[in-house]
């Protein structure tokens, strides 16, 4: 079993609707959460990232990290077509000393007009 | 742009074969960060250096060999190229240990014939 799990649709949605992305993870030690987008052939980028539990919003993202259900959420209110993309979710442990991401398989996002 | 650089941006080469990719941190980042991606095992982790020295190792091949030079740029070298080897290898950098600062470069993209 994976360390993160995360579907990997793909997920279409019309213009203007909400968007749920989702993660589960299994290593307790997580403490770092973030959600990186990447675009087709491009390098990930960070979009958003929480330190242990609770909501963080963003302009039109909010994440959310429930740590009692190992369960990591990103929302993407009014979806343009511009946020067609694969979405990454990353965990990290606070280690002190080393910082490596483990990285779900990424959802692919479909945006249309 | 991420600020982060790699070199080259596509790299064509028979198994058997050793290449090396190469990567400029950002201006100031101490830490480099190496990953693979491919289609079946999506984004994982392989090394990170911090300031030339090796923090912290994921599921790295000992074909593979990585180090961080004192300019803080750093290479990766893949020796006995396989055709499972084919991935796009994308680089981080950070400017500490800090896990939610991560700026990933465009990737190398690997082909293995």
């Known amino acids: 079993q994976k360390e993160v799990e995360q579907d990997p649709g793909p997920l279409s949605v019309p213009e203007g609707a909400i968007v749920s992305l989702n993660c589960t993870y299994s290593n307790s030690a997580f403490q770092y959460f973030m959600w990186y987008r990447q675009y087709s052939r491009k390098g990930p980028e960070l979009l958003m990232y929480t330190y242990s539990s609770g909501n963080k919003e963003d302009g039109r993202f909010t994440a959310q990290v429930d740590k009692s259900s190992k369960y990591i959420s990103l929302f993407i209110r009014d979806s343009q077509p511009s946020d067609s993309a694969t979405y990454l979710c990353a965990m990290s442990a606070d280690t002190g000393t080393a910082s490596k991401l483990t990285f779900g398989t990424g959802t692919r996002l479909q945006v249309t007009l | 742009d991420s600020g982060v650089t790699q070199t080259p941006k596509h790299l064509i080469t028979a198994t058997g074969q050793r290449v090396t990719l190469r990567c400029s941190p950002r201006s100031g980042d101490l830490s480099v960060y190496w990953y693979q991606q491919s289609l079946d095992q999506g984004l994982q982790f392989l090394i990170q250096y911090y300031n030339g020295e090796e923090r912290a190792k994921g599921n790295i091949l000992e074909r593979f060999s990585a180090q961080q030079f004192p300019d803080l740029h750093s290479e990766l070298n893949l020796s006995s190229l396989e055709l499972g080897d084919s991935a796009l290898y994308f680089c981080?950098?950070?400017?500490?240990?800090?896990?939610?600062?991560?700026?990933f470069g465009p990737g190398t993209r690997l082909t293995v014939l």
């Open positions: 981080a950098s950070s400017p500490g240990l800090n896990p939610t600062e991560q700026f």
